[in-house]
């Protein structure tokens, strides 16, 4: 049975979403084995569906060509016909509308899953699609209920018809043949009904990258408050410093001043003379007085 255009391309994108999803795991841990089998099981999904999607497009177009031609050969529709109404055309396309999500579930519900069967599962945690393996079917044929298994985890839970899609067209008859599955990324479940999902920052790199900035925008890195303290006190103490050495230069300085000898000092000597540094010459002695005597000469 052929798909419509609105289907197919309803398809295409949801399956580019998660490839978009894969992609940007897969960048985080480009050696991870499971992420590129993910990758390319995607792309080739959507390689398939868009030659579906190109070849559906074709076959509506050459409708249209036929209804054009059609139209210019039959005779004109009457005025007030029904079908012409704006309400009723749009009561139309709200049922067209309504009806290309039912029909997408209706061609995913076509697939015949087995037990074992290697499929992408939606897990109720974080409604993501991981791989899983079917372990279980229960339920009615009209809405089976699928036990899954994810691989790499450990972990089981119980989906829907429309929490499944395939990994590939060949997936669907395929069955696993019991070799280990790579996992997504490192992941610690804490319990049987709770999935951990892959991490996508390393927590290490990221407190290397807190603690030193440098090596991530070669910027000086930011000093903790301890160290701007200390920075604080230790530019305290230099100029402490500094002003109890100059402080101490000075008393010095004013030491020696008192100490120089002044150039009009008096020896400690009693005889000592003022004068200039150095003389050494006593003091004069005062002249001693002597009363003049007077004498009359003879005359010859």
Known sequence: ???????????????????????????????????????????????ELEKELAAAEEKEAEKKAQAARRRTTS????????????????????????AAPASA??????????????????????????????TSITGSSSAPKFMVLFL??????????????????ESKKRKADGSPVMPAGPA??????????????????ANQVRKEPSKLNDGPSKPTKKSRTMKRNKDLESSKSKWQDFQGMKGKQGNKAMKK???????????????????????RKDAARTRHNYQALEDE
Not at 12 to 32: F, M, T
Not at 109 to 120: L, S
Not at 188 to 202: E, F, N, R
Request: aromatic share 8%.
């Open 1 to 47: 049975m052929d798909r419509d255009v609105e289907t197919i391309s309803a398809e295409v994108k949801i399956y580019k979403s998660e490839l978009e999803q894969a992609e940007g795991s897969l960048r985080y841990d480009p050696d991870n084995e499971g992420q590129q089998q993910l990758v390319a099981s995607y792309q080739e999904l959507i390689a």
């Open 75 to 98: 005779p004109p529709p009457e005025k007030w016909s029904k079908a012409n109404h704006p309400k009723f055309q749009e009561e139309i396309r709200k049922a067209a509308a309504a």
């Open 188 to 205: 610690t479940p804490g319990s049987s009904s709770v999935i951990s999902a892959a991490a996508d920052i390393d927590p290490n790199l």
């Open 261 to 283: 000898d002044s150039m009009f000092r008096v020896s400690d000597d009693y005889n000592a003379r003022v004068g200039f540094t150095g003389s050494g010459k006593p003091m």
């Open 152 to 169: 790499g985890y450990g972990n089981t839970d119980t989906v829907e018809l429309k929490d499944i899609i395939p990994l590939a067209n």
């Open 105 to 134: 579930e209706e061609s995913r519900g076509t697939v015949a899953w087995k037990v074992n069967d290697i499929v992408m599962a939606r897990w109720s945690g974080d409604h993501k699609l991981y791989q899983a393996k079917i």
